[in-house]
Structure formats: structure tokens, C-alpha cells
T-cell receptor, first 112, second 112 residues
């Protein structure tokens, strides 16, 4: 049972490059989320998708876009990477917005 | 006032002692409360959920909820060095679509 799978696990980019972080869940969850976590800090919500076909901004959406491709998959795109986006990115999913979230292993992203 | 507040710590306890972790929240309509454990370099892992006032026990862990005072706590009995981690409190925001909001976490250090 894989749960929430994130790819890649590590990535180094140069400033201005673009990339897409992938997330897939196999728990038939309705809601999915993208967070970033900087050293010594808590989780900050970037975007979320309450259900298939919907996406909404979280606390720190600037510089990011998302796509809820289907019920299983929710991707996060950095169009023009900046050093301030160096962080660990976590994808999570839950049955509903008020239900416990289950997290992937994270993507460690460095932007030079 | 932060929506979900935790003392960042570190909270240092000797092995075998009881560790007490506290969390306060601002939304009086909140109904769902969760505790996550996050080891350094890993993703958050759900360890407890509580929905009703009172205590809920699971092994060495006890979650306590007091809705009137708007706090939820986690007690860890017989603390072990392997319990050293950051503990995140999450609470649903009833007045914002029931989304979960995470506190900043409390770092627990259990010394042998």
C-alpha cells in the first residue's frame, strides 16, 4: 500500500528554470494538498484541491501553479524558479477537508 | 493571535518521564483535532485524533481535549529517546471550509 507518492525525491534547479512536482495517492481520497516546509518552520499551505475538478490558493501561492489531473494525481508547477523557493515540499491527501491528512515522503528542492 | 499555537520548544524530558505537549486554538467551532509526529528529515505522521472532550488513550499516548478552554494536549508516558521529534497539532477551521490548520510544532527531546 503506497499511500501518497511524490516524485522526484530530490531536485536541483537553476534560477529561472521550471519544473513540475508530481503527487499521486491510492487511497481514493477526495482532497489533496501541497505544502512547503522551510528549516525550523512549520508547514505552509501552497494550494489545495477539495475535490476533483477544484483547486484553491492556500497561504503562500505566489510563484506556483497546480493541476488536479484526476482524483489520484495533483501536481505542483514552478514556472520560473527562484532561490526563495528552496524548500521541502510535501503533498498530502485526505477523505475530506476536515479529515486527517496523510503525507508523502517529500521533495527536497534546491534552487541555485 | 495565531489560529493554532504551540510552544516551539525544545521540550527536554528524561527517559521514562511523562512528556506533555500543548496546543491552543482560536476557532470555537473546531471539531476535529489531530496530533502528528515528524522526525527530522521525514514527513509528518498521524499519531492521534480526538473529536470529543476528555481523554483518548492509545498505548503510551493520551490526547486530551478541552473545547471550553480551547486547548488540546498530548501526553507521552514512559518517554523514550525514539520519541524525540517535532509534534504538530492540527485543528479544523470550522469558519473556513473545515480546512485543517497546523501549528508550528513543538520539538521534544528525550534524554537517556
Amino acid at each position: 500500500n503506497a499511500g501518497v507518492t511524490q516524485t522526484p525525491k530530490f531536485q536541483v534547479l537553476k534560477t529561472g528554470q521550471s519544473m513540475t512536482l508530481q503527487c499521486a495517492q491510492d487511497m481514493n481520497h477526495n482532497s489533496m494538498y501541497w505544502y512547503r516546509q522551510d528549516p525550523g518552520m512549520g508547514l505552509r499551505l501552497i494550494y489545495y484541491s477539495a475535490s476533483e475538478g477544484t483547486t484553491d490558493k492556500g497561504e503562500v501561492p505566489n510563484g506556483y501553479n497546480v493541476s488536479r489531473l484526476n482524483k489520484r494525481e495533483f501536481s505542483l508547477r514552478l514556472e520560473s524558479a527562484a532561490p526563495s523557493q528552496t524548500s521541502v515540499y510535501f503533498c498530502a491527501s485526505s477523505e475530506g477537508l476536515d479529515q486527517p491528512q496523510h503525507f508523502g515522503d517529500g521533495t527536497r528542492l534546491s534552487i541555485l | 493571535q495565531k489560529e493554532v499555537e504551540q510552544n516551539s520548544g525544545p521540550l527536554s524530558v528524561p527517559e521514562g518521564a511523562i512528556a506533555s505537549l500543548n496546543c491552543t486554538y482560536s476557532d470555537r467551532g473546531s471539531q476535529s483535532f489531530f496530533w502528528y509526529r515528524q522526525y527530522s528529515g521525514k514527513s509528518p505522521e498521524l499519531i492521534m485524533s480526538i473529536y470529543s472532550n476528555g481523554d483518548k488513550e492509545d498505548g503510551r499516548f493520551t490526547a486530551q481535549l478541552n473545547k471550553a478552554s480551547q486547548y488540546v494536549s498530548l501526553l507521552i508516558r514512559d518517554s523514550q529517546p525514539s520519541d524525540s521529534a517535532t509534534y504538530l497539532c492540527a485543528v479544523n477551521k470550522w469558519n473556513a471550509g473545515n480546512m485543517l490548520t497546523f501549528g508550528g510544532g513543538t520539538r521534544l527531546m528525550v534524554k537517556p
